[in-house]
């Protein structure tokens, strides 16, 4: 059993950064794949990035812009948001699987998710 915060929403300016973090509870942490996913009012929820031992994935949206880095000592995730657009904003979540797929399936546990709002 998995237990995520996220903390780190907010409103921002467009262009703006923010940072999410996402702790976890659980004492095999480095052992799951860790995404972030958003969902957008009226939409479906959407893949951002992921992070496992076999690598790292953005989606082509959050390219070059977003950062997803973790650290097992800590059990955290961390999402680091550079440059952001108004269209970024969503409800931001937290989730861990055993496989750093893109699809929502694929993760086993979920945080609670956390709001950013960019302003344009």
């Known amino acids: 059993q998995v237990h995520l915060v996220e903390s780190g929403g907010g409103l921002v300016q467009a262009g703006g950064s923010l940072r999410l973090s996402c702790a976890a509870s659980?004492?095999?942490?480095?052992?799951?794949?860790m995404a972030w996913f958003r969902q957008a009012p009226g939409k479906e929820r959407e893949f951002v990035a992921a992070i496992s031992q076999r690598g790292i994935y953005y989606a082509d949206s959050v390219k070059g812009r977003f950062t997803i880095s973790r650290d097992n000592a800590e059990s955290t995730v961390y999402l680091q948001m550079n440059s952001l657009k108004p269209e970024d904003t969503a409800v931001y979540y937290c989730?861990?699987?055993?496989?750093?797929?893109?699809?929502?399936?694929?993760?086993?546990?979920w945080g609670q998710g956390t709001q950013v709002t960019v302003s344009s």
């Open positions: 659980g004492r095999t942490f480095s052992s799951y794949a």
């Open positions: 989730a861990a699987g055993l496989v750093a797929l893109r699809s929502v399936s694929s993760y086993n546990y």
